[in-house]
């Protein structure tokens, strides 16, 4: 059995189909003499054709890249939806020029017929509307959700279609060419929202605020990104394209790389269709840098350091600015962690991060240990001190 992707067999189904009603509603329309019926019967004949077109843009854009084209053919599938809406315009033309020529002059024969085929229409166009804007969706596929699209729109049509030979079967004669042109409405409507949607890929315009303002999210909520600086996305085909400038307090390179990796795998776990994540790391301009050191107790300047860092009954955190060097804030936090047995030093850590420190000060080495694992993950810097009380660490990084 041949395996079809998803987005190629809802376009096979949609050609199928809509092949299907176009020839029933001709063959009615035909024999009846309903200008509404015709009319919408060519309507679907330009679906047909319209989706045959979405299949091969579909085709096109699944291409893997090449050197001609290094960011693949996903637009491809957008090109197919700019020319579908000029087809929808064309079939609205001449539905609403058909419908203005015959009116009030048409005699209509074989109704009943006539209106058991824009039921059929009806309720077969509503199932295939609501089966392409499903798949489209979960696909992130523009060419399926404007064909999807369109067909919703040719449910309002068929249902004005019915309505106009009910009309005409209670003795409105003119409601077939009023159907005529209450279609056209529709179609024009749909033409112009699947038109600007192509184009503005096409020109890569940016994705919605909703879209970009998830994606800061997720960016901003990996440990090392300190700032966003700017965030662009557009989209191609089913695709998104992101660029991101952040600023990070890393100085290693090869961190520097590691969190660059890092961003893009979040961003790709947590978004959908993510082709490519672009991040320009730019070195922090921070106006102070906070410290943290484990502390015996609470006297200021005074205080003496712990020499252990999981057992110390305060951290002391203060920031000094880089521009002078001068100390702007300090405060004590108590040791929430002291009365546990184990992992002490894992929940110390991860309270300091919390805080958004950049270094720790400390008279013992925590190399190895669970607390070195958690701050180096927060890209925390460490330094061994051999100083008594926090006086003398501030007057060295002073100096």
Known sequence: MIHLERDKKAAFVSIG???FLAIIK????????SIALTADAIHSLTDVISSVGVLIGLKISSRKPTKAFPYGFYKAENIVSLFLALAIFYAGYEIILTSVEKFGTVVLTNLPFAIAAALTSLVFTVLLSRYKLKVGRELN????????????ADTYASAAVLLGLLGYYFGFSSLDAIAGIFVSVFVFRAGYEILKDAIKVLLDA???YESLNRIREVASGTYGVRKIRSL????SGKFMFIELEIETNLK??????????RIEEQIKSEIKNVDRVLVHMEPEEKEYIRYAIPCTENKGLSSKVSGHFGAAEYFCLFDLR?????????????????ALERRKGLKAAELLVTNKIDKLITKESIAQKSAFYVLE????????????????IVEELKA
Not at 377 to 392: G, K, L, M, R, S
């Open 17 to 19: 189909v809509t092949a």
């Open 26 to 33: 001709y063959f009615f329309g035909i024999l009846s003499g």
């Open 141 to 152: 596929s523009p060419s399926l959700i404007a064909d999807g699209k369109h067909t919703q």
């Open 206 to 208: 940016s994705i919605g």
């Open 232 to 235: 662009k996305a557009r989209s």
């Open 252 to 261: 290693d390179l090869e961190r520097a790389h590691q969190l660059s990796d």
């Open 322 to 338: 880089t521009a002078d060097n001068e100390l702007t804030d300090m405060r004590f936090i108590k040791n929430p962690y002291l």
């Open 377 to 392: 993950d927060a890209y925390v810097e460490f330094e061994e001190t051999d100083a008594d009380a926090i006086e003398e």
